[in-house]
């Protein structure tokens, strides 16, 4: 069998999916974008997260990418909204609790200013006198919702989420809506794991 590999840029208001049962097609999927048959997303991003997803038809690897156990490392940028302080930063490096559970720690940092991201159509709220910040978070685990409902669990809701790495694949060079077939170089710790 011949094995694909994508990147792709999900826009925001994008269900990570192929098909939409639910509104008569009204709402965009991944079929809006990709015109490669038989791949599937490795993990999800909410219709409102934007950022990288990986697909394949590889289901050894998707499994291997996607289980918790093999805490393969996801990261994200997220805007906060208020400045947290080092106690909810502390909280989410510990793993704070949602659902009922305890996450694992995260590696959590401030940004210092505002990533280079393309806007968000439609652009977040905005609100003169509440200011925002932009966290970079770190996760070895793909819970439902998992960073927005950490960063309300420390009283800091999230406002924009954009995944930029998942392991060492990056977003860098793809725009909103993009997609490229992994490099022979992005594959190669890919193909490792599977072995």
């Known amino acids: 069998m011949?094995?694909?590999y994508l990147l792709f840029h999900k826009p925001?208001?994008?269900?990570?999916?192929?098909?939409?049962?639910g509104t008569n097609g009204l709402r965009q999927t991944l079929k809006d974008y990709i015109p490669v048959a038989g791949v599937y997303p490795v993990g999800r991003?909410?219709?409102?997260s934007e950022g990288l997803l990986l697909l394949t038809n590889h289901g050894s690897l998707q499994h291997r990418l996607s289980d918790p156990k093999f805490q393969h490392p996801r990261t994200y940028w997220v805007q906060v909204e208020r400045l947290p302080d080092e106690a909810a930063l502390n909280q989410l490096r510990q793993g704070v609790m949602i659902q009922g559970t305890?996450?694992?720690?995260?590696?959590?940092?401030?940004?210092?200013?505002?990533?280079?991201l393309p806007p968000r159509n439609p652009p977040i709220r905005f609100r003169k006198t509440v200011p925002t910040a932009w966290l970079e978070l770190t996760l070895t685990e793909g819970?439902?919702?998992?960073?927005?409902?950490?960063?309300?669990?420390?009283?800091?809701?999230?406002?924009?989420?954009?995944?930029?790495?998942?392991?060492?694949?990056?977003?860098t060079g793809l725009s909103p809506g993009q997609w490229r077939d992994l490099t022979p170089a992005e594959l190669r710790p890919l193909e490792a794991l599977c072995q």
């Open 102 to 116: 305890k996450t694992r720690p995260a590696i959590v940092t401030v940004l210092t200013g505002e990533p280079a």
């Open 12 to 21: 925001y208001d994008v269900l990570c999916q192929f098909t939409d049962d």
């Open 143 to 171: 819970r439902n919702r998992q960073v927005r409902r950490m960063t309300a669990a420390v009283n800091f809701p999230t406002l924009r989420l954009v995944r930029v790495a998942i392991a060492h694949l990056q977003l």
């Open 2 to 4: 011949s094995y694909r």
């Open 45 to 48: 991003l909410d219709r409102d």
